[in-house]
């Protein structure tokens, strides 16, 4: 179970974002050609009615397997509408009923590692304003003209919480933890930074609307990620 104390030693992380294989054999010197990234769906182009720019998802750049797509459900008893984060396994499930469920690819940071737990959805914000914890501020004083004395970062391009972000509350507190968009799509199924559960532009956008406020959220330990695997 999430504490407070697991959160509070986690406020200070930002939400800002920031393997390959040798295709020679050295053995044979024969060459392994690269796995071939089918197109991408429609949906990950450029969303042209939103108050800022979401670019299209660049394609080769996101495997498969992180796409956002419907799938069986591994939990087919939790409640319809809730929020299951896998971050072993770079994956978000928004559990639709008791047969499926819609999975989305999402980047985490170490701190998604630190903690695991129930949490609750207490509301969300469309093109939100960034307010860096004061800690952060005092290890990054750059940061200072965003801080939350001053009133945060304005939306819109270069500001770390994207399109949308979801807020993540325990027993009415907030637990400064976020699922939110802005993740670049080369980083997206690792974990890069120190920050909390970030999607690509276009899938939090589709989250958002198909969420509602209130619901439960699930983070899974590592021990639980879906299929013990980790990517």
Known sequence: ??????????????????????????TSRSVVPPSRIPPLPPHYGAIPDEPYPVPAVPEGVVPERLWRQQVTNPWPDLTEGMIVVDPSAGHLYLVEDAATALRYGVGTGAAAFAWNGDARLQFRRKWP?????????????S?????????????????PLGARALYLFQNGEDTLYRIHGACEPQYLGKAVSSGCIRMLDQDVIDLYERVRDGVPVRVLAPAESYGGRVY
């Open 143 to 159: 940061l200072e003209p965003y801080s939350i004395a001053n009133g945060g970062m304005d939306p819109g391009p270069g500001n």
């Open 129 to 141: 304003r960034w307010n860096p914890p004061d800690e952060m501020v005092a290890r990054d004083p």
């Open 1 to 26: 179970m999430l504490t407070r104390r697991s959160f509070a030693a986690m406020s200070a992380v930002s939400a800002i974002a920031a393997c390959s294989r040798d295709p020679l054999d050295i």
